[in-house]
Nanobody, 116 residues
Framework: QVRLVESGGGLVQAGGSLRLSCAAS????????MGWYRQAPGKQRELVAV???????NYADSVKGRFTVSRDNAKNTVYLQMDSLKPEDTAVYYC??????????WGQGTQVTVSS
């Protein structure tokens, strides 16, 4: 089992920046991918950025060039640096992890609100 705890959400003006953090605990040695999804009101949950142990990283087209995902393996933590934020980035952001058996884990979510 893996437990994920997010922090760092909040309210920011358009054009501003936020950094989200997610700390994993439990069976962290089984994790082979970590990253972030988001869900806006009335919309389906969507991938934001996920990075694998092998160094492959996928970003949603809507965040490329503005968001950066990174991992500190020593701390079992994944980060999402969000720059040039737009009102359409407003959503609940969920930390995500996948283990070698492709079982998926989710954090509780953290609200990001971007005002225009």
């Amino acid at each position: 089992q893996v437990r994920l705890v997010e922090s760092g959400g909040g309210l920011v003006q358009a054009g501003g920046s936020l950094r989200l953090s997610c700390a994993a605990s439990g069976s962290t040695s089984s994790i082979n991918a970590m990253g972030w999804y988001r869900q806006a009101p009335g919309k389906q949950r969507e991938l934001v950025a996920v990075t694998t142990n092998g160094g492959v990283t996928n970003y949603a087209d809507s965040v490329k060039g503005r968001f950066t995902v990174s991992r500190d393996n020593a701390k079992n933590t994944v980060y999402l640096q969000m720059d040039s934020l737009k009102p359409e980035d407003t959503a609940v952001y969920y930390c995500y992890a996948r283990d070698r058996k492709y079982f998926e884990y989710w954090g509780q979510g953290t609200q990001v609100t971007v005002s225009s």
